[in-house]
């Protein structure tokens, strides 16, 4: 319950969902280093796909309409996170698992901090003009999710600061980057599940019998009710362009991985 609240808050707004759960399962007592949290975290990420789908239901039936542009610039754009998944999934997970897992989740935090507040700026400007969205805002915006596998970057946050950024309104890219998250997730779940049943520890969860299954069910319902509900309050702050508070709130954050690191509360 705990996990799924915090993935569906947390995969919206751009705090990052991935490194909140990395910090939780730590302060919790979790073996992060096993394999089978990340089968739960894959699953808590379907969870808010659920989200995702139930709000732009409209919209992602419009993308198999002609021109398909939006289609192809969403295939496009899904690429860079696809092959940098596929190459560095495993290093990833092995040094967000690891012992400075505190301090680089504390790094990836300051940086999406950084990024909010650059946005924020640009996107008062006043010299700012906005455009619809293109291809110059899908291909950055693209790169930017695939920076954001680290754990601690955000990549709602990444992709809005790409989309803001590079010139275009501010609702195109707010849905263009919630949309970027169903080809990522998808091909995350598929992976996943692929790997976790051949792996010894499938064996071993499936025998948890029912108290397993209804774990697993109760985090993704609740990953998939806050996060319907993340939605529709993000949506709302990206038209105000405020993420001051959200910066602040992860430099605080930031701020306690790295106590939390040096005072070796957390290993």
Same mark, same amino acid.
């Given at each position: 319950?705990?996990?799924?609240?915090?993935?569906?808050?947390?995969?919206?707004?751009?705090?990052?969902?991935? @490194?909140?759960?990395?910090?939780?399962?730590?302060?919790?007592?979790?073996?992060?280093?096993?394999?089978?949290?990340?089968?739960?975290?894959? /699953?808590?990420? %379907?969870?808010?796909?659920?989200?995702?789908?139930?709000?732009?239901?409209?919209?992602?039936?419009?993308? %198999?309409? =002609?021109?398909?542009?939006?289609?192809?610039?969403?295939?496009?754009?899904?690429?860079?996170?696809?092959?940098?998944?596929?190459?560095?999934?495993? +290093?990833?997970?092995?040094?967000?698992?690891?012992?400075?897992? /505190? !301090?680089?989740?504390?790094?990836? %935090?300051?940086? +999406?901090?950084?990024?909010?507040?650059?946005?924020?700026?640009?996107?008062?400007?006043?010299?700012?003009?906005?455009?619809?969205?293109?291809?110059?805002?899908?291909?950055?915006?693209?790169? /930017?999710?695939?920076?954001?596998?680290?754990?601690?970057?955000?990549?709602?946050? &990444? +992709?809005?600061?790409? @989309? +803001?950024?590079?010139?275009?309104?501010?609702?195109?890219?707010? =849905?263009? &980057?919630?949309?970027?998250?169903?080809?990522?997730? $998808?091909?995350?779940?598929?992976?996943?599940?692929?790997?976790?049943? =051949?792996?010894?520890? %499938?064996?071993?969860?499936?025998?948890?019998?029912?108290?397993?299954?209804?774990?697993?069910?109760?985090?993704?319902?609740?990953?998939?009710?806050?996060?319907? !509900?993340?939605?529709?309050? /993000?949506?709302? #702050? #990206?038209?105000?362009?405020?993420?001051?508070?959200?910066?602040?709130?992860?430099?605080?954050?930031?701020?306690?991985?790295?106590? $939390?690191?040096?005072?070796?509360?957390?290993?």
């Amino acid at each position: 319950m705990v996990l799924g609240t915090v993935q569906g808050l947390t995969e919206f707004l751009p705090v990052s969902s991935s @490194g909140h759960l990395i910090f939780l399962q730590k302060v919790m007592g979790y073996d992060i280093g096993g394999g089978s949290m990340t089968f739960v975290n894959v /699953m808590l990420h %379907f969870g808010t796909l659920i989200a995702v789908c139930a709000v732009f239901f409209k919209d992602i039936l419009a993308l %198999f309409k =002609k021109p398909f542009k939006t289609l192809l610039m969403l295939i496009v754009a899904t690429i860079p996170a696809g092959v940098v998944g596929i190459l560095w999934d495993d +290093t990833i997970d092995g040094y967000f698992s690891g012992k400075h897992a /505190m !301090i680089l989740l504390a790094i990836c %935090f300051s940086v +999406t901090a950084l990024l909010l507040l650059v946005c924020e700026l640009v996107a008062h400007s006043p010299k700012r003009k906005e455009r619809d969205l293109g291809w110059r805002n899908a291909i950055p915006m693209g790169l /930017m999710q695939a920076v954001a596998l680290l754990p601690g970057v955000s990549r709602s946050g &990444s +992709t809005i600061v790409a @989309g +803001t950024v590079s010139g275009a309104k501010t609702q195109d890219v707010a =849905k263009f &980057s919630f949309l970027m998250s169903i080809p990522v997730i $998808l091909g995350s779940v598929a992976v996943e599940i692929y790997g976790f049943i =051949k792996e010894p520890q %499938f064996s071993e969860t499936a025998n948890g019998g029912l108290y397993t299954a209804v774990g697993v069910i109760v985090g993704v319902a609740f990953a998939a009710i806050f996060g319907f !509900i993340a939605i529709k309050a /993000m949506l709302k #702050i #990206i038209g105000k362009a405020n993420y001051k508070w959200f910066a602040l709130y992860l430099i605080l954050l930031s701020v306690t991985c790295l106590c $939390l690191d040096v005072a070796g509360i957390i290993a």
